[in-house]
């Protein structure tokens, strides 16, 4: 309860602060403003504290909206009506803020950083334009239905309401959720390139609008002035010209020594046409109490010698010294006095006209009401004294001894008013008269269409109320004239420039914020995503390194490379490139770097990386340019892949590819046991039959010396071939480790065939040789080698099995291919293969044969191409299949005959 009474407060004033800054730029009269702040202020305020923040919205609206019109209003019942305007904007209002954000957080979503393009356009579009259809619809149609806005201008009234809302919500809003908007890393990052310069132009713009505002405030001010001093000359004519006419009023009464009604009548009718401000003339013949009776009974207007009593009725005057009453009067259908009224029953007036008499001019008395009922304003009376032409005395008595009566003047200021601006249009001010002081009651007001709204609430201290004051002399009276401006003179004085030029000016900054939201939404995401890059870069798994490639040193390097080598940043940077390597691996690594630098492509090397504490890891580098627009090398990268473990697997590979190899050159000499076995037994029983020869010839002494040599001679020919087919056979069955060299694939070709001759003709095969003369060697292990092509020769046999024997040939031949590959094919007139399997026969496990294990052909691959080749097989057009494999020659111009 606690939190939403805080959170509601802060709304409240939020939005009257606001509120009153949007009401002091406005431009008289206008009920709207170019920009109202407090429109974006509501909408990030129910976005930012939620919903339950919408009551205390609303007292911030009805304090702004009803503030002024309240405290200006001078009745009830204008109370009551400023009061249900006021909560009907604030109704808008409210629910003008409420719409925006629940449109905003089904559509954008929020809390939201708004770094997408989509999102801040969509953010302001909806909580602008879209929602701020409802503040001013509500509003102005409210105004309009009290008739504050004529219907002629309801459609620019809200035009402007919501182009105001509008600007306060794409200016506003956003500078609030950077002051209290989450994600507040996101937000606060704005504060310079958002915040900083959008209000920069606000201030600025304001600035201006207040300078230009004091400027025209203070030319309406002199205007003003000026025209207040004519509408008081033309008062003043209004006043002092029957002044003067009663004067000369007073000359001919003075020399008519008995004045006849005709005659008053006849000059008095001209007088009041021409002086529309008197409203009428009488003359106040003196009666004194001895001549009432005579008086009484000469032919008079009836009522003579009459007073109001205290209940309001007319009744006989009472008994006094004097009597004045109106004998004649013009208009005679003037019904302010009623004829033979005695004016001296009024004490003020019989006071008035002895001072009149005694001072010998004219005097004004007044405000007074005068007998007639049925007009209730009060008039100002004009005595002027009347004396008697012979007269010659100035002594208060003899004034008062010569007195013969008054003309008397009814003057009453509304109709002054009137007489002195008839168009009631022409008036651009509104007019209080005072009698006598400043601070006096007023004797006329009346007021221009003048909305405390328009004026007040423009900021007081741009525009102090313009009042001018002008004093004018009636008679021995002062009247001071206040003059205030009107609507219509505020409507001539606005300068429509000055607020055309303010609209652009806010919407301009509008503009600039919305492009200042997205220039920074763009930013965040770069930086986010110069982060993660950065994060990848630091992290990956592999070694970055950035060289200079003029002075062949290092200018970054990435945390992977750092905690791999254990040297610091500072070590490696501006370090010679190859400083970083094994100086076994110097020249290897100089090669690859010139080469990149002469083709600008780098290929995978393999280096090895020299650590902190001296040791050494394996790695694979590769390089690529980064150039400019002239298309310069900048720097490269070189990308180090530590591969350590592959190296090592790749030796448990090899090793255990050597003991696979091994195990299947012992499984093929088993399938080779017959023909060795053969091979072997036919020199061991030549042997057995040449030493049974020789021990038979000894005995029988028949034998000499040179035919026992000769056997011995045979003897050891057929020693020396077993050893040699033994040695063949340890050489290609023995453990031992890879040895690369230069063969010569002919020779090697024609060891194989000596090897499974025997094998080959206990089979019944042909054996045939097709060699390319001369070849160019290859470098390779010659064991390996031959384990594949021994292997593809029995292979071979296996698949002719079922043929007939005159059938069985196996031909092996040799051939270059272009200028770098030698070609060895192993072709057969076997079964074949069975289409769809030339690539499956290489696989592990894979066999044609019933009992055969699937690997020897596996085997063969993986040490052709562990050689840098590759192997094949097609089927031949006339049956049977065709290996081949392929090995690279050697670059020197090794060739053998």
Not at 702 to 725: G, K
Request: one cysteine or more; hydrophobic letters at 45%; glycine letters at 8%.
């Amino acid at each position: 309860m606690a939190k939403w009474l805080i959170y509601s407060a802060l709304m409240a004033g939020g939005y009257f602060l606001s509120g009153r800054m949007g009401q002091f730029l406005a431009v008289p009269p206008s009920y709207a403003t170019a920009i109202w702040p407090a429109s974006g202020i509501a909408l990030a305020g129910v976005l930012l504290m939620g919903y339950r923040v919408c009551f205390g919205l609303f007292v911030g609206a009805l304090l702004v909206n009803g503030w002024t019109p309240l405290s200006t209003a001078d009745c009830f019942d204008a109370a009551v009506s400023s009061l249900l305007l006021a909560i009907s904007i604030s109704l808008g209002a409210t629910a003008q803020a409420g719409l925006g954000a629940i449109l905003i957080r089904r559509r954008v979503g929020f809390p939201n950083a708004l770094i997408q393009d989509r999102q801040i356009v969509e953010f302001l579009a909806i909580g602008g334009p879209l929602a701020c259809l409802v503040g001013a619809t509500v509003g102005v149609t409210s105004l309009a239905f009290v008739g504050a806005v004529d219907g002629s201008h309801f459609a620019l009234n809200w035009w402007t309401w919501w182009a105001g809302d509008v600007i306060g919500v794409i200016i506003f809003a956003p500078l609030t959720l950077i002051c209290f908007g989450r994600p507040r890393s996101a937000w606060r990052s704005r504060r310079i390139s958002v915040a900083l310069p959008l209000f920069a132009a606000f201030t600025f713009i304001v600035a201006g609008f207040v300078s230009t505002q004091i400027f025209e405030n203070a030319n309406a001010r002199r205007e003003f002035n000026e025209i207040a001093d004519e509408a008081g000359q033309r008062l003043e004519e209004q006043l002092l010209d029957p002044l003067d006419s009663l004067h000369d009023l007073q000359d001919f009464c003075a020399h008519s020594v008995d004045l006849k009604h005709s005659e008053f009548a006849s000059f008095n009718r001209y007088l009041l046409t021409r002086h529309p401000g008197l409203n009428a003339v009488a003359w106040l013949q003196r009666v004194h109490d001895s001549e009432r009776n005579e008086a009484r009974s000469q032919p008079r207007e009836p009522g003579l010698f009459e007073e109001r009593g205290p209940s309001g009725a007319l009744r006989p005057a009472a008994k006094r010294e004097g009597y004045f009453p109106v004998s004649y009067m013009e208009p005679q259908q003037a019904e302010m006095i009623s004829p033979g009224f005695d004016i001296a029953s009024n004490p003020a007036l019989r006071n008035s006209l002895w001072k009149c008499c005694d001072l010998g001019r004219r005097l004004v008395a007044g405000p007074v009401r005068l007998n007639n009922t049925r007009d209730v304003r009060h008039f100002f009376l004009v005595f002027v004294p009347i004396y008697s032409h012979d007269a010659d005395s100035v002594t208060v008595s003899d004034l008062r001894q010569s007195l013969r009566g008054f003309i008397l003047g009814v003057f009453h200021a509304s109709d002054v008013v009137l007489a002195a601006f008839p168009k009631h249009n022409e008036k651009k001010f509104s007019l209080t008269i005072r009698d006598g002081a400043s601070d006096a009651p007023a004797i006329y007001t009346q007021l221009q269409d003048v909305s405390p709204h328009k004026t007040s609430e423009v900021a007081p201290f741009l525009r102090k109320p313009i009042k001018s004051s002008v004093n004018i002399k009636f008679a021995d009276r002062n009247w001071i004239c206040e003059f205030t401006p009107s609507s219509s003179y505020y409507t001539s004085q606005v300068n429509r420039h000055t607020w055309f030029i303010l609209a652009c000016s806010l919407s301009l900054t509008a503009l600039l914020g919305v492009f200042l939201l997205i220039l920074s939404g763009r930013t965040a995401r770069i930086e986010a995503s110069e982060s993660r890059y950065l994060d990848l870069y630091e992290n990956a798994p592999d070694m970055f390194l950035s060289i200079d490639v003029s002075m062949e040193s290092v200018i970054e390097c990435n945390k992977t490379f750092l905690a791999a080598t254990g040297f610091s940043k500072a070590d490696v940077i501006h370090r010679n490139l190859y400083n970083l390597f094994d100086p076994n691996s110097l020249s290897v690594a100089q090669n690859a770097f010139r080469s990149f630098l002469v083709s600008g492509q780098g290929n995978d090397i393999e280096l090895s990386l020299l650590c902190s504490d001296g040791q050494l890891i394996d790695t694979s580098m590769n390089m690529s340019a980064v150039r400019d627009a002239q298309g310069e090398s900048v720097f490269c990268r070189a990308v180090l892949r530590d591969i350590s473990i592959k190296k090592r697997l790749e030796t448990q590979i090899r090793n255990q590819e050597i003991k696979l190899a091994h195990v299947a050159r012992l499984n093929m000499m088993g399938e080779m046991a017959t023909g060795l076995a053969h091979e072997i037994n036919q020199p061991l029983g030549a042997i057995a039959a040449y030493a049974e020869g020789a021990a038979i010839r000894i005995r029988n002494a028949n034998s000499d010396a040179q035919s026992l040599s000769r056997i011995i001679d045979r003897i050891a020919a057929c020693a020396h071939r077993a050893s040699e087919v033994i040695r063949r056979l340890r050489q290609f069955v023995r453990t031992r480790s890879s040895k690369w060299q230069e063969v010569d694939m002919n020779q090697l070709v024609h060891e194989v065939a000596q090897f499974v001759e025997p094998d080959v003709k206990h089979r019944h095969v042909r054996l045939g040789l097709d060699l390319a003369e001369p070849l160019p060697g290859i470098h390779g292990d010659a064991v390996q080698i031959q384990q594949v092509l021994l292997n593809l020769v029995l292979n071979g046999c296996d698949a002719m099995s079922e043929i007939e024997p005159t059938q069985r040939h196996l031909t092996i031949r040799t051939r270059l291919s272009g200028r770098d590959s030698v070609d060895v094919l192993v072709e057969d007139c076997g079964h074949g293969f069975p289409e769809g399997v030339n690539e499956q026969v290489f696989e592990a496990f894979f066999s044609t044969k019933e009992d055969g294990l699937g690997m020897g052909l596996a085997i063969s691959r993986s040490i052709i191409e562990s050689h840098g080749g590759h192997i094949c097989v097609t089927r031949n057009p006339k049956g049977g299949a065709s290996f081949q494999f392929s090995l690279t020659a050697t670059d020197g111009d090794l060739s053998i005959d």
